[in-house]
């Protein structure tokens, strides 16, 4: 394996500065996830979400962004799941882009709330049909026996809907819609002197300040 301590990268892209943003963030976001789709960024919406517990313990993983809608940044689980039970105890919450190609990393904070049911259902059926099987058959985070379970109850989901084409959707799946309180656009820069860019809510207005790398 390449040592560790060796892998080292220059950025030198591009730059940012206060005066080059939109003037609101989501515009400026928007702009930038265009960029990273037209530069080929596989999954350029995938996105690491941080939680936290009740006792303030966080954890991360990945999810998918599915729309901006309203201003909000929507995502979509099974409310079951630690994610999802995190959420409805504690709606702060966070979100990181990476898009290496453009040597760029976005930063959200915001809080986090069930997207309406219709919008749900929606969603859920517009899912190829094996990934509504899927979400049927997973209890997701729970602990279980084997993989046999999982196809197990992928046999008995077939059967359940044998025929239906588009399945309900199951009550404890659904989306998240976070509401942004805070944008950080980083563009790396050489010598690790990086820009970043910070966006903040104060009394409702978007103000705009650049942090030290
Ligand atoms: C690229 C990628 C995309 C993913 N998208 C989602 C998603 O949109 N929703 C979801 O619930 N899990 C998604 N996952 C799985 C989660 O990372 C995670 O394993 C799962 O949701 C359980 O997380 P939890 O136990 O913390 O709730 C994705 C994983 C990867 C690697």
Redesign the pocket.
Known sequence: MQKLEEIRKEYSKADLDVKDVMKDPIEQFEKWFLEATNSGVP?AN?MNLSTVNSEGKP?S????LKGIEDRKFI????YQ????RELESNSACALTFFWPELERQVRIEGNALRVEEKKSIEYFQSRPRGSQVGAWSSP??TVIESREILDERKKKVEEKFNGLSVLPKPHQWGGFEIDPTMFEFWQGRPSRLHDRIQFIKVDNVWKVQRLAP
């Open positions: 999954e995938a954890t993983r990945i999810v998918l995502f979509y689980t099974n799941s630690q994610k999802g997701q985070s």
